[in-house]
């Protein structure tokens, strides 16, 4: 061919059924066939990198963008926040319900627990509407629905403490960073490769264990200043690092050395 040829992708396999870089030998073969006929891939965290290199590609040959989402930028009040949050479609594969139960736990302990904050619309939000009633913790719970406005979306997690998936961590975890809240989900969650700008009880957590969401939604409510610690860190490293004009300047470096 008379032009250069980039793939830009996640990398590696990854969906809400498969954990990151969980594939049969067949899926990498078929990939290694089209990816080392291109002049380079340009990744969406370095991770799969060193996968690549130990498959054979040539190390001059990877790049990476890390993938974000743009938001707005605001001033951190640390005195609004008062509530934990959830953001996302309401899928069973992000474990909602692991929340809601360890949410339920926690208040049978302390019943001066946050309020938890649902933003989502999706198959599940019925149910979990009639879960909430049926457990009596209309005033505690509030499932907002869908919300797309980028200002009412910034007031929202201005008052949240921490933002919590239990199973799934996608472009949610870029968004509550670059807000100043801290993410709280699995070691082994379903990503795209964004759970890895999480450094455990840096600017977030990643738990070994569902029982521990009930722990941290008690100590949020005894420990505010530790978590609100977490996502000054969390802000830091979005609006130094994951800005989208971080990642097109991944993509443009990509284009420039490749050509």
């Known amino acids: 061919r008379n032009f250069k040829l980039l793939f830009w992708g996640i990398g590696v396999p990854a969906s809400y ?51 974000t989402v743009n938001i707005l930028k605001v001033d951190i009040n640390n005195e609004n926040k008062d509530s934990i949050l959830f953001i996302g479609t309401l899928y069973l594969e992000k474990g909602l319900q692991i929340l809601l139960d360890s949410y339920l736990n926690a208040y049978r302990e302390n019943i001066n627990i946050p309020e938890l904050n649902i933003v989502g619309g999706g198959d599940q939000f019925n149910d979990i509407l009639k879960w909430i009633e049926n457990n009596n913790l209309i005033e505690k719970i509030h499932l907002l629905g ?41 070691e082994d969650a379903i990503t795209g490769g964004e759970a890895f700008n999480i450094k455990h009880n840096v600017n977030g957590l990643r738990l070994n264990n569902i029982d521990e969401f009930k722990d941290v939604i ?41 050509f």
């Open 17 to 67: 059924h498969r954990k990151y870089g969980d594939a049969h030998k067949l899926h990498y073969k078929f990939n290694d066939f089209f990816n080392k006929r291109t002049d380079g891939l340009i990744f969406y965290s370095d991770c799969p990198v060193k996968i690549h290199e130990d498959r054979g590609y040539n190390i001059s040959k990877l790049f990476v963008a890390n993938n």
């Open 146 to 186: 869908p919300i797309y406005d980028e200002n009412t979306k910034a007031d929202i997690f201005s008052k949240s403490i921490v933002s919590i998936s239990p199973l799934q961590a996608g472009l949610s975890v870029l968004e509550s960073m670059g807000y100043g809240v801290p993410y709280i989900t699995m």
């Open 218 to 258: 008690l100590d949020v409510t005894k420990n505010k200043e530790k978590y609100i610690q977490f996502g000054l860190n969390a802000y830091k490293h979005y609006w130094e690092n994951r800005k989208p004009e971080d990642m097109a300047k991944g993509i443009s470096d990509a284009i420039e050395k490749t």
